[in-house]
């Protein structure tokens, strides 16, 4: 079995302050708590921005700041920067994030409800994302809020759209997307084709659950504050490094050890340290 990859989402598109007042917002808080989460054993940071008002943005320039500023403070991190922004953005602005250079990007591929929202993600968008990600030689990670988005994924493969190694997050309890159980991650798990890797992302209270089981079926985790505010039961979570911590000591009651960013890059087959 592969050592833990924990990915950390710090700051996503929908939490706000009012929500819990340890989000962030600012490049600088965003970095801040990057750096804190990566102490804690965090390869991956998953990014989203804001803009100086602290609502979500897709702004190249903003995105360029703050990954430069995180591979600066964090050496080795593999930075990933979300293509999905928030819903209700169009595909030329959910784009731009690739303008910053990153390790990976999410590619998302097919449309989910989305609360009483719809995440528009039609194959022809889809496509259009793979291509430029090829382009810029960006490493593409499949996010699949239900089974049929793998399916998608996987065309995408036969058309040469993606090639290399492939990995799949699996962003489970969302209202509208598959629902966070272990029959259904089992089922996610088993449609992946051979040596492909792939990480859960448990919406809101499925978190914990959601990454103990794919810790012991032998897959990695994202956690953070995109995705649950709090650290258990009735109690927010202070920083997402907290919510990096109890992964960690989930892993490590079990007998996972963690991996380092240069060994999350040999597990994805990230060869390359961009500057």
Known sequence: MDKLIITVAVCGAEVTKQHTPYIPVTPEEIVQQSYEAFLEGASIVHLHVRDENGNPTQNAEIFKKVVTMIR??????????????AVWMTAEERLQSLESDPDMATLTTGTV?????VFMNSIPMIERFAEEMKKRNIMPEFECFDMGHITNALNLVKKGLVHGHLHFDFVMGVPGGIAANGRNLIAMVDNLPAG????????????????????????????????????????LAKSNAELVKKVVKIAREIGRDIAS???????????????
């Open 72 to 85: 600066e403070k964090c050496r080795g991190m593999i930075v990933q920067v979300s293509t999905g922004g």
């Open 113 to 117: 409800n989305f609360g009483n929202d």
């Open 196 to 235: 492909a890797t792939w990480s859960v992302a448990g919406i809101g209270r499925h978190e914990f659950p959601m990454a103990a089981m794919a810790i012991a079926m032998g897959g990695h985790v994202r956690v953070g504050l995109e995705d649950n505010i709090y650290v258990k039961k009735g109690e």
């Open 261 to 275: 960013c240069q060994e999350a890059r040999q597990i994805l087959n990230l060869k390359e340290v961009r500057k």
